[in-house]
């Protein structure tokens, strides 16, 4: 194949003249690369203290600006002064469930915590939820089961588990030896699958809570998800609320129009506090266009991409609950963190940015502390609710969100 005759233009001519060549030169063509940024990346560890933590001035002097560089290793005295920030919150003071700070991790993104034990400081965390844990074993969904999106992922692992008596024997002994609560997660197609869970849990050394993650289909109602429906919500929670005196969280839908009544269902029923939000249903296609690109055809859509929708429902759910809330959806730094608590969440779950930044929750926690203290702050309990209106405002389902 011949070579593309270059074509001079009167502007070559020009600076040739211009520079003394007798010929034009050839034009250097600077290709054009077109590159997309990951929405969720690796944090650079090389601007990170010894412990993590962010200098400080203590004593007369001010807090230095977060922003600025961190010390190699932080002094006797800022030490002192960051641990005399209470980060422990009371998640369920009438069962015991105290936790250290309010950083934890969310379920189905650290395993069940002995994973991570090589690269992170369990310890350190706030508390595990562990694995989404069903009655019995099972395979999960045919691949492909993982992509990335735009801004954070799809999954449809489909609840590959071990099933509970697995779980037990074999990390219960783990658990039993931390000081990290661990919560387990758990899931089921009827009530009587939640209610056996639960009891088997109940009274395990080393398991401080359960997590029901209502958003599976109820086989009893042509399988309508619990977190849909109020009454099948009520029902689950009250069911596993007599079955067991462990610490109970539930999980709450984000695929529903009006989150609110739910949510008071599930308070009334007897759940210890509400965790929000699950992932966002969605879809992706194949390469070619010819199919859904995941085995199941949809998946739970995670990452940054919902921390609007999830603050959304953190801050609609605190308007008519009393029970703490935690928020989850896209935390992938102290702002996430911040901007859940304004909302109304007394802890947070980070989920997904854990692949990228395994380290990311351990951090967090040092970086909560610190900005405690930069606001001269005890505790981070007067960051909870700050952006919560004095009165109970309309929901977005009522179409607030659209008035002119």
Same mark, same amino acid.
């Given at each position: *194949?011949?070579?593309?005759?270059?074509?001079?233009?009167?502007?070559?001519?020009?600076?040739?003249?211009?520079?003394?060549?007798?010929?034009?030169?050839?034009?250097?063509?600077?290709?054009?690369?077109?590159?997309?940024?990951?929405?969720?990346?690796?944090?650079?560890?090389?601007?990170?203290?010894?412990?993590?933590?962010?200098?400080?001035?203590? %004593?007369?002097?001010?807090?230095?600006?977060?922003? #600025?560089?961190?010390?190699?290793?932080?002094?006797?005295?800022?030490?002192?002064?960051?641990?005399?920030?209470?980060?422990?919150?009371?998640?369920?003071?009438?069962? +015991?469930?105290?936790?250290?700070?309010?950083? *934890?991790?969310?379920?189905?993104?650290?395993?069940?915590?002995?994973?991570?034990?090589?690269?992170?400081?369990?310890?350190?965390?706030?508390?595990?939820?562990?694995?989404?844990?069903?009655?019995?074993?099972?395979?999960?969904?045919?691949?492909?089961?993982?992509?990335?999106?735009?801004?954070? *992922?799809?999954?449809?692992?489909?609840?590959?588990?071990?099933?509970?008596?697995?779980?037990?024997?074999?990390?219960?002994?783990?658990?039993?030896?931390?000081?990290? !609560?661990?919560?387990?997660?758990?899931?089921?197609?009827?009530?009587?699958?939640?209610?056996?869970?639960?009891?088997?849990?109940?009274?395990?050394?080393?398991?401080?809570?359960?997590?029901?993650?209502?958003?599976?289909?109820?086989?009893?109602?042509?399988?309508?998800?619990? #977190?849909?429906?109020?009454?099948?919500?009520?029902?689950?929670?009250?069911?596993?609320?007599? #079955?067991?005196?462990? !610490?109970?969280?539930?999980?709450?839908?984000?695929?529903?129009?009006?989150?609110?009544?739910? #949510?008071?269902?599930?308070?009334?029923? +007897?759940?210890?506090?509400?965790?929000?939000?699950?992932?966002?249903?969605?879809?992706?296609?194949?390469?070619?266009?010819?199919?859904?690109?995941? +085995?199941?055809?949809?998946?739970?859509?995670?990452?940054?991409?919902?921390?609007?929708?999830?603050?959304?429902?953190?801050?609609?759910?605190?308007?008519?609950?009393?029970?703490?809330?935690?928020?989850?959806?896209?935390?992938?730094?102290?702002?996430?963190?911040?901007?859940? *608590?304004?909302?109304?969440?007394?802890?947070?779950?980070?989920?997904?940015?854990?692949?990228?930044?395994?380290?990311?929750?351990?951090?967090? %926690?040092?970086?909560?502390?610190?900005?405690?203290?930069?606001?001269?702050?005890?505790?981070?309990? !007067?960051?909870?609710?700050?952006?919560?209106?004095?009165?109970?405002?309309?929901?977005?389902?009522?179409?607030?969100?659209?008035?002119?």
């Amino acid at each position: *194949m011949k070579a593309r005759k270059k074509v001079v233009t009167a502007a070559d001519v020009r600076l040739a003249k211009a520079t003394g060549q007798s010929k034009p030169a050839k034009a250097k063509r600077t290709p054009t690369v077109r590159t997309i940024k990951s929405a969720i990346v690796p944090v650079d560890r090389s601007a990170r203290s010894f412990s993590g933590r962010p200098r400080v001035e203590t %004593g007369s002097a001010a807090v230095a600006d977060l922003g #600025a560089p961190l010390a190699a290793r932080p002094t006797l005295v800022e030490r002192e002064a960051l641990d005399r920030i209470d980060l422990s919150i009371e998640l369920a003071p009438q069962r +015991g469930l105290r936790l250290p700070n309010p950083i *934890m991790v969310a379920s189905g993104t650290f395993g069940y915590g002995v994973e991570y034990g090589e690269v992170v400081d369990v310890q350190r965390l706030g508390a595990i939820c562990c694995k989404g844990t069903t009655l019995r074993p099972r395979a999960g969904n045919p691949p492909p089961r993982v992509t990335e999106t735009p801004g954070g *992922m799809l999954n449809s692992i489909g609840l590959q588990n071990p099933g509970v008596d697995a779980v037990i024997e074999k990390y219960g002994p783990v658990w039993q030896g931390w000081k990290v !609560p661990v919560i387990v997660n758990v899931a089921g197609e009827s009530i009587e699958d939640y209610v056996e869970v639960a009891r088997r849990l109940d009274g395990v050394p080393g398991v401080a809570g359960i997590e029901l993650n209502i958003s599976c289909p109820n086989v009893g109602k042509g399988g309508l998800q619990f #977190a849909i429906d109020r009454d099948a919500a009520r029902a689950v929670t009250a069911a596993v609320r007599r #079955a067991t005196d462990l !610490p109970l969280l539930v999980k709450l839908s984000p695929n529903v129009a009006d989150v609110r009544p739910i #949510a008071k269902a599930i308070e009334e029923a +007897g759940a210890d506090a509400i965790t929000a939000i699950n992932t966002l249903s969605g879809l992706a296609v194949s390469a070619d266009r010819t199919r859904a690109f995941l +085995g199941n055809t949809y998946g739970g859509l995670s990452g940054p991409a919902i921390k609007p929708v999830a603050l959304r429902i953190v801050y609609e759910v605190a308007q008519v609950v009393s029970i703490p809330i935690v928020g989850i959806g896209g935390v992938t730094s102290l702002a996430d963190v911040l901007d859940f *608590m304004a909302c109304g969440a007394v802890a947070v779950q980070v989920g997904t940015a854990i692949f990228a930044d395994p380290e990311l929750p351990v951090r967090l %926690g040092d970086e909560l502390r610190a900005e405690c203290l930069r606001r001269g702050l005890s505790s981070c309990a !007067p960051l909870v609710g700050t952006a919560l209106p004095k009165r109970t405002g309309a929901p977005s389902a009522k179409g607030a969100e659209y008035r002119p």
